[in-house]
């Protein structure tokens, strides 16, 4: 994504007594057109828990159609098909 993500580090302490889990996506690229800033994406994990420092990820899965979507930007904002993902501002 040419140098954005979503993706940070941040200490334990404050990640403890600061923040609440909103839901963890991994997913998978499917398809991307870098000219245009398009992906193609599914989710293929969802975590809504962690314990101890590690991820507990969900049993059961959406079904198929319901994990996929795109993102693109317009202008600096980004948008999604996927309920689950929020826009999210982002300058390339």
């Known amino acids: 994504m040419r140098g954005c993500a979503d993706n940070v580090a941040l200490w334990p302490e404050f990640i403890d007594s600061s923040l609440t889990l909103r839901p963890v996506l991994h997913i998978e690229v499917l398809a991307a057109d870098e000219a ?10 969802v975590a809504r828990q962690i314990v101890d420092g590690n991820i507990f990820w969900n049993e059961e899965l959406p ?8 993102v693109a930007p317009k202008a600096t904002i980004w948008f999604s098909g996927m309920d689950e993902v929020k826009s999210t501002t982002c300058t390339v």
């Open 63 to 70: 079904p198929e159609f319901e994990r996929r979507g795109s």
């Open 36 to 45: 245009n800033l398009s992906y193609e994406l599914r989710t293929v994990g």
